[in-house]
T-cell receptor, first 113, second 114 residues
Framework: KQEVTQIPAALSVPEGENLVLNCSFTDSAIYNLQWFRQDPGKGLTSLLLIQSSQREQTSGRLNASLDKSSGRSTLYIAASQPGDSATYLCAGIYGGSQGNLIFGKGTKLSVKP | DTEVTQTPKHLVMGMTNKKSLKCEQHMGHRAMYWYKQKAKKPPELMFVYSYEKLSINESVPSRFSPECPNSSLLNLHLHALQPEDSALYLC?????????????FGQGTRLTVV
């Protein structure tokens, strides 16, 4: 069964810290891994997409990596800000899945001023 | 423009009502999706449309009826819902159904069934 796990479920850090969010997946035949941000009661904002042929992607203060052999992806946030507070979801897409995203349960991040 | 627009943002409906959720994208995407998200849970897939044809129905009750009138629009018709159907309903699109494309989500419709 294809599963995606995110640990920790919640994380609280002081402003300015660099932090890492973890995502693990059970099936190394993953095609893509996508990181999303979700604010309370809102939709999902796509942050980064890593294709299976890539090892990392960067956008501003965000850097996402993908290691298929170990079944892990990380989202690195540099110099965290209170505005980064949100739930971060990772989702995997597998071959033949018709594009269905397999989501982790998310990590709720709180950045304290 | 990477925007998926959903209307309405909030909807309260009785169990005997009929209502519709709407989703629109103008990115030329040929795959569109409906997801349901309960509080503190990840989104769960309901339906997938590929080139305006229904390609996946994840055993969703018939009180939810999807429709894709054209490549830019996706509707979800609701009838005789139950209180447990209250949730955030998310629409998404991607360039095509397949494994190597990025998905974009709308802001969701918060549905409350009373």
């Amino acid at each position: 069964k294809q599963e995606v796990t995110q640990i920790p479920a919640a994380l609280s850090v002081p402003e300015g810290e660099n932090l890492v969010l973890n995502c693990s997946f059970t099936d190394s035949a993953i095609y893509n891994l996508q990181w999303f941000r979700q604010d309370p009661g809102k939709g999902l904002t796509s942050l980064l997409l890593i294709q299976s042929s890539q090892r990392e992607q960067t956008s501003g203060r965000l850097n996402a990596s993908l290691d298929k052999s170990s079944g892990r992806s990380t989202l690195y946030i540099a110099a965290s800000q209170p505005g980064d507070s949100a739930t971060y979801l990772c989702a995997g897409i597998y071959g033949g899945s018709q594009g269905n995203l397999i989501f982790g349960k998310g990590t709720k991040l709180s950045v304290k001023p | 423009d990477t925007e998926v627009t959903q209307t309405p943002k909030h909807l309260v409906m009785g169990m005997t009502n009929k209502k519709s959720l709407k989703c629109e994208q103008h990115m030329g995407h040929r795959a569109m999706y409906w997801y349901k998200q309960k509080a503190k849970k990840p989104p769960e897939l309901m339906f997938v449309y590929s080139y305006e044809k229904l390609s996946i129905n994840e055993s969703v009750p018939s009180r939810f009826s999807p429709e894709c009138p054209n490549s830019s629009l996706l509707n979800l018709h609701l009838h005789a819902l139950q209180p447990e159907d209250s949730a955030l309903y998310l629409c998404a699109s991607s360039p095509m159904v397949g494994a190597r494309t990025e998905a974009f989500f709308g802001q969701g419709t918060r549905l409350t069934v009373v």
